[in-house]
């Protein structure tokens, strides 16, 4: 594995043998990290959010898991 810095990026190269999935995770969760980094929000917000939207999306799919 190398890192390097190149002008404003940070570049980094794998062997081919890593496991695709937890470099899929990595990637995921840097992403995030990138998305996020300006945010004011407080996590007790955002898990509120989340069960909202949960919740929501359980009340329109439900009849899809459990029979009527």
């Given at each position: 594995?190398?890192?390097?810095?190149?002008d404003?990026?940070?570049?980094?190269?794998?062997?081919?043998?890593?496991?695709?999935?937890?470099?899929?995770?990595?990637?995921?969760?840097?992403?995030y990290?990138?998305?996020?980094?300006g945010?004011?929000?407080?996590?007790?917000?955002?898990?509120?959010l989340?069960?909202?939207v949960?919740?929501?999306?359980?009340?329109?799919?439900?009849?899809?898991?459990?029979?009527?």
């Open positions: 594995m190398t890192i390097e810095r190149v404003n990026q940070i570049i980094i190269k794998l062997p081919g043998t890593v496991d695709l999935e937890g470099v899929q995770r990595l990637i995921n969760y840097l992403l990290k990138e998305a996020t980094k945010s004011k929000a407080k996590q007790e917000d955002v898990d509120e989340a069960r909202e949960n919740k929501q999306w359980w009340e329109k799919n439900r009849h899809r898991f459990l029979p009527e």
